[in-house]
């Protein structure tokens, strides 16, 4: 049997934030349910083509799933479980928000099966929060914490961002410590990248909002991977930290190119060579599924030269690298005979390292991974 | 078409400023006669290339035949010649000016004369040419056409109490113009029978039939089988085919004097059909060519490279395709320690060499390196040789120099009075000397310098406009070459000198410029993994120095699930944009860093 993650977007939301592209609306609500419908016919469309497969990880991201009342998800997982083969199922994984988790939801996501919570944080710095959009505080964040270790849920993360407009080295740490503080499992730690089409963008754009340069986003980064290393945390991918044993598996079969399907609106698939998305608009969505259409917009086929860059690509985010036996056995070839110039190339400019079992970026590379990426793309 | 008689022929061109409606006016005159409806027309007929349109300007001259029957049902053929509007292209417009009896002096009821379209109106009297004036686009509130009138009287001293009132945008009195040109503007005269004189005021390469060159019959007859000679070579050919356009090619059995045509003659390439060339018959040759003909010689040089070397063949095919159509593009390899193998090639101006590297790039598709433009220096070695430098990197060492000579062109400035004073800033700052000022009314005045030409060609049109909020319009004249203090001054990128960036200045410009090449550099040039100094020097010494901070931070930080697709594209937007940089020594170059020695930033 082979091994599968799945992934279902919600895209609804209280409200947007600021810096936000993902697709997400506010303010439709009364598609909600009918929305969970189409989910479910989509999820029983592939049915018969993921037979072969088990499934080992879910992730329910957005949008906001916490948003949407929990007897949705707890649907949406009930006919997981009685369509797909959940026998090896390691990990399941919703996204929330403070101000949108109460204990009545989180006993139902509890039963539903739901083991990891991912909340999104951002920082605890009630002024930062405000200035990105978010509508919780971080009082709200430290008692959802709590309560989520009251109803004991044993594996949480924390999705923090730095590089924000006015923000300090100091909040950074200072949001650090509290969140090692109350002991969570896992933390992502990235940059804010502004997006076309997003407010902050525009604003940016406009002059009305500063971003640190690039020197201080840089301090930033290395002053939280070195705390994040003192509170014993590892750091095993660029942005992200886990207590051992504690690595998101559901991202890592991106990292590795592994099998996944999306479900859901503007969700990605990458099966057996092809990669592909669905439509971003409810309508195409629709509108496919009630002809029992599946309901993808773009289709990429990878060939064994793209699939083997985008190994690379993604593998060396994981600051293990890439393991050169595991290349060898998935493409039946040496990675120097593929890659040796450019891997070469980069030893030398002190950009990867590597110590005969793994090739990985150096701490210098980490920063400048893109330079490297760019020569390995075919 | 072929039985109107010399006297119901009319030869006219159409001058005007951009903008002022030249090429509206001609799709009003084409409509109206009937040679095309509207619909059928795209907009501007006579603008055929792309660039041209979107630049708004007219560079290849061609020529429509209209048909007109007067109010008493006489039959007129009218010869419309189009011109090109730039300053670059004077030489044509001359020629095409020679080819007609008359022009038409189109005036925008709201702008007024402009030193361009004034330039123009004066090439054309000194051709005897009969003016008519029209003012355009009345129908805009702010049109001034009583005050416009006057000051046609005024500045150029042509009668314009009868210039038709008319919008060439609506429509309106396009009667009046074509009554005009068959009442003001001469028929043409000549001997059908006389010894073949035939002006070429255009030509361009067709990939079935040669070259087609437009030209104008002064004396004589043309005709399919006979054999012509080309006047300033002597080279001869047997005609094909002659013919008229219309919206086409419409070929007949003769062209006769008076007439505006084409001739067809398995002419190879555009040089040997070159526009003021006189064209005669070799059995009974005239003795005397069209007076007029001048080899037009570049004025600007600069260094075109692939981006990336293996493009070198394609760069040389798209030039070589290019210089067909334009005799006045001259190119040969060269190398730069830089760039690789490239090209220096000449232009007639400023214009000519960015419409050229933007249809290398648009038509052929290449990523293509300018080097900095420059003009033709001479020098006086210590030695006694007397050498033309048109690339820096080949001037002999400082030590090796008797003394040098830069170009210097007579520049006439037309501007509202209000921005006299920025704009003799600008050309003192640009070395200019100032010879006079001339009132043309209380409100506008021409400024007229000399300049070196070397300052004329580093955005100085574009500096004139933005001291005089686009008011302000030049014209020049190469008038010979002066003596002046000039030295190299070489930039230095991580160390090693870069010869595609290397220009020829003032030495009392140096400091300055370097700095700002300088400046300039670290804006364009990307950050490496290793700071890069930047260094502006003459000789081995350095004048002025910048550094690139070395990179930082070049990561996607941010997780974007399952959707690599994304994280691919952007990380193929960056390898397609380091694709359009030059790698040298260890540094990649931006091909807009090239252009950075152009701009002075003012």
């Given amino acids: 049997m082979k091994e599968l993650a799945l992934y279902i977007h919600i895209p609804f939301c209280h409200k947007k934030c600021y810096y936000c592209d993902f697709t997400s609306f506010s303010g439709m609500d009364k598609r909600i349910d009918e929305y969970i419908d189409f989910l479910l016919l989509e999820m029983n469309l592939y049915r018969e083509i993921l037979t072969e497969y088990v499934v080992k990880t879910i992730f329910i991201g957005g949008g906001t799933p916490s948003y949407i009342d929990g007897r949705y998800l707890v649907k949406i997982i009930e006919f997981i479980r009685k369509n797909y083969n959940l026998s090896y199922i390691e990990e399941i994984t919703v996204e929330a928000n403070p101000g949108t988790l109460n204990r009545e939801k989180l006993i139902q996501y509890k039963e539903a099966g739901i083991n990891r919570i991912s909340l999104g944080v951002q920082t605890l710095n009630d002024k930062l929060l405000k200035s990105i959009g978010r509508n919780h505080s971080g009082k709200d964040i430290i008692e959802n914490i709590k309560l989520l270790r009251e109803l004991e849920f044993s594996n949480i993360n924390v999705d923090l961002m730095f590089g924000l407009p006015n923000q300090a080295v100091e909040d950074c740490i200072s949001t650090l410590e509290m969140v090692t503080d109350l002991g969570v499992e896992h933390i992502s730690y990235y940059s804010l990248i502004l997006e076309e089409r997003t407010l902050m963008n525009k604003w940016y754009k406009e002059g009305k909002i500063k971003l640190p340069d690039d020197d201080l986003e840089r301090k930033m980064y290395h002053k939280g991977v070195d705390y994040l290393k003192s509170r014993g945390y590892k750091h095993y991918e660029i942005s992200n930290f886990c207590k051992q044993g504690f690595e998101c598996k559901h991202n890592l079969f991106y990292w590795r190119i592994m099998p996944y399907i999306g479900f859901g609106i503007s969700s990605h698939s990458n099966i057996e060579n092809k990669r592909f998305c669905n439509f971003n608009n409810f309508k195409d969505y629709f509108a496919h599924l009630r002809e029992r259409k599946l309901p993808i917009s773009e289709v990429e086929y990878i060939d064994n030269n793209m699939e083997m860059a985008e190994y690379m690509i993604m593998g060396l985010r994981l600051v293990d690298g890439i393991n050169k036996n595991m290349f060898k056995k998935r493409f039946g070839k040496d990675i120097e005979e593929v890659y040796g110039p450019v891997i070469d190339k980069y030893i030398k400019e002190g950009l990867l390292q590597e110590n005969g079992v793994n090739i990985k970026f150096t701490e210098k590379g980490l920063d400048l991974s893109n330079i490297v990426y760019v020569d390995l793309l075919p | ?602």
């Fill in chain 2, 1 to 602: 078409m072929q039985n109107i008689k010399q006297k119901n022929i009319r030869n006219f061109c159409i001058i005007a400023h951009i903008d002022h409606g030249k090429s509206t006016l001609a799709d009003r005159l084409i409509e109206k006669t009937g040679l095309l409806t509207s619909r059928e027309m795209y907009d501007q007929v006579l603008d055929s290339m792309e660039l041209e349109r979107e630049r708004g300007i007219t560079i290849k001259l061609k020529s429509v035949r209209l048909n007109y029957k007067d109010d008493n049902g006489e039959e007129y053929v009218l010869n419309l010649i189009d011109t090109p509007g730039h300053v670059d292209f004077n030489y044509e417009v001359s020629r095409s000016l020679a080819a007609c009896e008359g022009a038409l002096l189109v005036v925008d009821a709201t702008q007024g004369v402009e030193a361009q379209t004034l330039a123009n109106v004066y090439l054309a009297i000194d051709q005897d040419l009969e003016i008519v004036p029209i003012i355009n686009k009345i129908d805009l509130p702010s049109a001034r056409p009583e005050e416009v009138k006057q000051e046609i009287e005024n500045i150029i001293g042509l009668d314009a109490s009868d210039a038709p009132l008319i919008s060439a945008k609506e429509g309106i009195n396009i009667d009046a113009v074509l009554k005009e040109i068959v009442n003001k503007i001469p028929a043409p005269k000549g001997d059908k029978d006389a010894p073949l004189k035939a002006l070429i005021f255009d030509s361009y390469y067709d990939s079935y039939k040669g070259v087609v060159a437009y030209i104008r019959i002064f004396e004589g007859t043309i005709k399919p089988g006979m054999v012509i000679r080309m006047m300033s070579t002597n080279k001869r050919y047997e005609v094909t085919e002659v013919g008229i356009t219309t919206n086409k090619h419409i070929p007949v059995d003769k062209l006769e004097a008076g007439d505006v045509g084409y001739v067809v003659a398995s002419i190879k390439n555009v040089k040997d059909a070159r526009v003021g060339d006189t064209i005669t018959g070799d059995d009974n040759p005239t003795d005397k060519p069209l007076p007029g003909y001048k080899k037009v010689i570049p004025m600007v040089y600069c260094g075109i490279y692939p981006a990336e070397g293996e493009d070198f063949n394609a760069v040389r095919d798209a030039l070589e395709k290019l210089q067909v159509n334009d005799a006045s593009l001259v190119f040969e390899p060269e190398t730069s320690a830089a760039l690789g193998y490239g090209f220096r090639c000449g232009f007639l101006g400023l214009l000519h060499m960015e419409i050229i590297q933007e249809r290398l790039e648009r038509e052929f598709d290449l990523n293509i390196v300018t080097t900095a433009p420059s003009v033709i220096y001479r020098v006086k070695t210590k030695s006694g040789e007397l050498l033309s430098i048109q690339n820096p990197t080949n001037l002999p060492d400082e030590t090796e120099i008797e003394y040098m000579e830069e170009p210097i062109v007579s520049a006439s400035i037309m501007t509202p009075t209000e921005y006299v004073g920025p704009i003799m800033e600008l050309c003192q700052s640009r070395r200019g000397i100032f010879k006079n000022m001339e009132y043309l009314e209380e409100t506008r005045v021409v400024l007229h310098y000399e300049l070196p030409l070397n300052e004329v060609i580093y955005d100085f049109f574009d500096a004139l406009k933005s001291k005089s909020r686009g008011f302000a319009s030049l014209d020049y004249d190469l008038i010979g070459y002066k003596q002046s203090d000039l030295v190299k001054l070489d930039i230095l990128i991580n160390g090693d000198l870069v010869d595609a960036l290397s220009i020829i200045v003032h030495r009392d410009k140096a400091y300055e410029r370097g700095r700002r090449i300088a400046e300039k550099l670290k804006e364009e040039i990307p950050r490496h993994l290793f700071a890069i100094p930047i260094q502006a020097a003459i000789g081995s010494k350095i004048i002025a120095r910048e550094t690139v901070k070395a990179l930082r931070k070049d990561v996607l930080a941010k997780c974007y699930g399952g959707d690599i697709t994304r994280k691919k594209k952007l990380l193929e937007k960056q390898k397609e944009g380091k694709k359009r940089m030059r790698q040298i020594g260890s540094v990649n170059i931006p091909q807009e860093a090239f252009l950075s020695v152009l701009k002075y930033d003012e």
